[in-house]
């Protein structure tokens, strides 16, 4: 009686071999009579105070526990400004146990002015308390969110969730009716006397479809992704020209490595190449119609077309007006190749073969 054991600074206690039976004090050890004091190091406010706890799983409080009592006394601090927190192990080595933890004290001391942290896997349960509960902190997780800590009673604290590359906030799930709006990804909590855990649900936005021809960026992508496209790069004497198709969502159409925010649409792009000044039309580098290479080439330029059938309605561009080009399919090395370059007058007037 009388007796007691004092830890200063960042130590910690731990209680091992809890009884599996009748909640009965530890085995190995007897600290009915025993006030174990936790205080500041060298006098000052400490941040780091740890009691460890380990003990048998619990649930409810049995009945009779008031009689039966890991300690006699456990002081919290012995000035305002410490910081004590229950740091739970393991459960009592039982296999059919769980993580969580009880510490049972006859007489819990507050009166020093200290604050006593309780995570959420521990419980505390006391006969007699000396001072104001209003010293008791307990812990809030968030999972998948920020916001975590300890916090009295009353307390407001808020709570966010994350924002995540493709994933859309849900709802909280968990500890909700302590939050003012499950259905809001910034919202408060009123912590109650006990621990809370809440955690943020997220679902997968929509995905679009980029499909990008000679070139690399293709895949599905959420609304909103900054996606990199590249064109390839050839050793045949062709260099990249610019990006055609859906080429209002790019940071660059003329510029081999670009960006774009994917909308909530599906894209197409194509890079089209050149061939030192001149313009192709067809192949695997060309425009696709003889009327785009049009609108692009300048004064002075020449078009090659490679084999394939055009329409000659599509040369009635408005572009066209003013330019002197020359259309050519002098990179076609065989008659037959050239035979079967034509303009097709779709029926309205003769064909024209290059």
Request: avoid cysteine; charge should be negative.
């Given at each position: 009686a009388g007796s007691y054991l004092r830890c200063n600074g960042l130590t910690t206690l731990t209680m091992i071999q809890?009884?599996?039976?009748?909640y009965k004090d530890p085995i190995n050890f007897d600290l009915d009579d025993?006030?174990?004091?936790?205080t500041g190091e060298n006098d000052g406010p400490s941040t780091g105070i740890v009691l460890a706890v380990?003990?048998?799983?619990?649930?409810?409080?049995?009945?009779?526990?008031?009689?039966?009592?890991?300690?006699?006394?456990?002081?919290?601090?012995d000035e305002p400004g410490d910081v004590v927190t229950l740091l739970s192990g393991h459960a009592y080595n039982d296999p059919v146990g769980d993580d969580r933890a009880a510490l049972y004290v006859s007489t819990l001391d507050m009166s020093s002015g200290a604050s006593l942290q309780i995570p959420s896997d521990i419980s505390l349960y006391y006969k007699t308390l000396i001072g104001g509960a209003s010293a008791f902190t307990y812990e809030l997780t968030v999972f998948s969110g920020t916001g975590s800590g300890y916090f009295a009673p009353g307390n407001t604290p808020s709570?966010?969730?994350?924002?995540?590359?493709?994933?859309?906030?849900d709802r909280w799930i968990g500890d909700v009716q302590y939050l003012d709006d499950p259905d809001s990804a910034v919202t408060i909590v009123t912590m109650p006397s006990g621990s809370?855990?809440?955690?943020?649900?997220?679902?997968?936005?929509p995905e679009y479809a980029l499909i990008v021809s000679r070139g690399m960026g293709s895949g599905s992508y959420a609304e909103g992704t900054t996606v990199t496209i590249e064109a390839y790069s050839y050793l045949d004497g062709t260099s990249f020209l610019r990006w055609i198709g859906d080429t209002e969502y790019l940071s660059d159409p003329d510029c081999a490595r670009t960006t774009l925010s994917m909308p909530a649409t599906s894209v197409n792009l194509t890079g089209i190449y050149?061939?030192?000044?001149?313009?192709?039309v067809g192949g695997d580098r060309g425009f696709a119609s003889i009327g785009d290479a049009l609108d692009a080439a300048t004064t002075g330029s020449t078009?090659?077309?490679?084999?394939?059938?055009?329409?000659?309605?599509?040369l009635a561009r408005p572009s066209l007006t003013g330019k002197h080009l020359t259309l050519s399919s002098d990179?076609?090395?065989?008659l037959s190749a050239r035979a079967t370059t034509v303009l097709d007058g779709n029926r309205v007037g003769p064909a024209v073969v290059f």
């Open positions: 809890w009884s599996q039976q009748d025993v006030s174990v004091i936790l380990r003990g048998r799983d619990d649930g409810n409080a049995p009945s009779g526990w008031a009689n039966n009592f890991a300690l006699g006394t456990l002081v919290i601090g709570i966010s969730a994350i924002a995540l590359l493709g994933q859309t906030f809370v855990k809440v955690e943020a649900t997220y679902i997968r936005d050149r061939r030192g000044d001149d313009f192709l078009i090659i077309v490679f084999a394939g059938v055009y329409e000659a309605l599509d990179y076609l090395t065989t």
